[in-house]
Every structure is written in structure tokens, then in C-alpha cells.
T-cell receptor, first 114, second 115 residues
Framework: KAGVTQTPRYLIKTRGQQVTLSCSPISGHRSVSWYQQTPGQGLQFLFEYFSETQRNKGNFPGRFSGRQFSNSRSEMNVSTLELGDSALYLC?????????????FGPGTRLTVT | AQSVAQPEDQVNVAEGNPLTVKCTYSVSGNPYLFWYVQYPNRGLQFLLKYITGDNLVKGSYGFEAEFNKSQTSFHLKKPSALVSDSALYFCAVRDMTGSASKIIFGSGTRLSIRP
């Protein structure tokens, strides 16, 4: 079974731009979660989508948004990029609720904001 | 607020020796606890979880974790370390407080196994 895939793997943007990251979960998984990983803040939960609905959300500003499609694929959008948004963005999928079940992570998208 | 702490940034162990990576938590209600590992240039991988049941949880790659309610700890253990166990380990807890639920990760512990 194919794992979680994320595209693109690397991205360089300038301040003020917006960016869209994509995540394809493992086949049959209905939950997709997004995380931001930085050396300073560690791993932080962004949000979780389940059956096209956002179920949970972390403490991030409204510039961070996401959506999930009917095939469970998910996109994350960051508008008005700031230097501090430079991070590794990880997507994870799970069979059901991410809070109860083990998650399977993708390799991440490395975003650099200049 | 619910939280999880990994008190050691780095743990160094000789190959063949037992290893322990520490994790303590603070939650209201029953804790849901997880361990994940991040190998260099690879994504996070699930190791094991505790939701209910036996206090000793067995997971992938020979790892196990001991849930101790009185000490609010969930330490990761392995009887005999391998060099290939060298990686970054994260403890995580489910947070059901507030208007939204989420998973909180610890700051991570870098495990280094010397040959």
C-alpha cells in the first residue's frame, strides 16, 4: 500500500506571497492532519480534516487554512507568508479520528520564506 | 492545560545496552499517549500507543513503553539498543480540552547509540 505523499517536497517563496501544499493520504484513510515542525517550536498541530470537514484546529492564525476533498486528499494554504512560516510541514493520515488512532506521516514539504 | 514533557534533549547509550527515553504528561481525564520516531531524512513513524489496558505497551522495532499513572509517565524502553535506533523520538498526548481537540507533541529526545 502506498504511503502518504506530499507535494512539492521543497518550496521557496517570498514574504507576502501565498502557498498551497498538497497531501495524498494512504488509500482508505479518512483523516488528514497537518503539522508544522521548526527547530524552535518543535512539532505543532495545525488542523485535522475528516470526511471533508475540519474537526480540530491548533493555535495558528487564520492565514493558515486547509481543505479536504471527497477522495480524502487535502491541501493546506498559507496566505501572506512571513519569515517565521519557514518550516517543515508534515501531513499525516489515519484510518479514523487522528486523536485515537496511529497516524502515518508523509516526508514533508520544506518551505523557505525569504 | 494539557501538556507533555521530555526532560532530556539527548540520550546516549552503548549498543547492546538497555535504553530509556523519558516522557511525563499532564492531562485531565484518561490519557491517550503515543510515541513516534523520526529518522534522518525520513518522516515520522508511529511506534506505539496507550489508550487503555495493560500498562506495558509493545510497539514496533522491539520498543515498549510503560504507562505509570501515579507518576504520570510514559517512558519508552528497549532491552538492547541498536545503532540503527539512533533517531529523534517524540512523545505525544491527546488534548481534549477547550473547543477543539488536538495532539500535543513533546520537544523530542535525540537518541544516539554508539557502537
Amino acid at each position: 500500500k502506498a504511503g502518504v505523499t506530499q507535494t512539492p517536497r521543497y518550496l521557496i517563496k517570498t514574504r507576502g506571497q501565498q502557498v498551497t501544499l498538497s497531501c495524498s493520504p494512504i488509500s482508505g484513510h479518512r483523516s488528514v492532519s497537518w503539522y508544522q515542525q521548526t527547530p524552535g517550536q518543535g512539532l505543532q498541530f495545525l488542523f485535522e480534516y475528516f470526511s471533508e470537514t475540519q474537526r480540530n484546529k491548533g493555535n495558528f492564525p487564520g492565514r493558515f487554512s486547509g481543505r479536504q476533498f471527497s477522495n480524502s486528499r487535502s491541501e493546506m494554504n498559507v496566505s501572506t507568508l512571513e519569515l517565521g512560516d519557514s518550516a517543515l510541514y508534515l501531513c499525516a493520515s489515519s484510518l479514523e479520528r487522528a486523536l485515537d488512532y496511529e497516524q502515518y506521516f508523509g516526508p514533508g514539504t520544506r518551505l523557505t520564506v525569504t | 492545560a494539557q501538556s507533555v514533557a521530555q526532560p532530556e534533549d539527548q540520550v546516549n547509550v552503548a549498543e547492546g545496552n538497555p535504553l530509556t527515553v523519558k516522557c511525563t504528561y499532564s492531562v485531565s481525564g484518561n490519557p491517550y499517549l503515543f510515541w513516534y520516531v523520526q529518522y534522518p531524512n525520513r518522516g515520522l513513524q508511529f511506534l506505539l500507543k496507550y489508550i487503555t489496558g495493560d500498562n506495558l505497551v509493545k510497539g514496533s522495532y522491539g520498543f515498549e513503553a510503560e504507562f505509570n499513572k501515579s507518576q504520570t509517565s510514559f517512558h519508552l524502553k528497549k532491552p538492547s539498543a541498536l545503532v540503527s535506533d539512533s533517531a529523534l523520538y517524540f512523545c505525544a498526548v491527546r488534548d481534549m480540552t477547550g473547543s477543539a481537540s488536538k495532539i500535543i507533541f513533546g520537544s523530542g529526545t535525540r537518541l544516539s547509540i554508539r557502537p
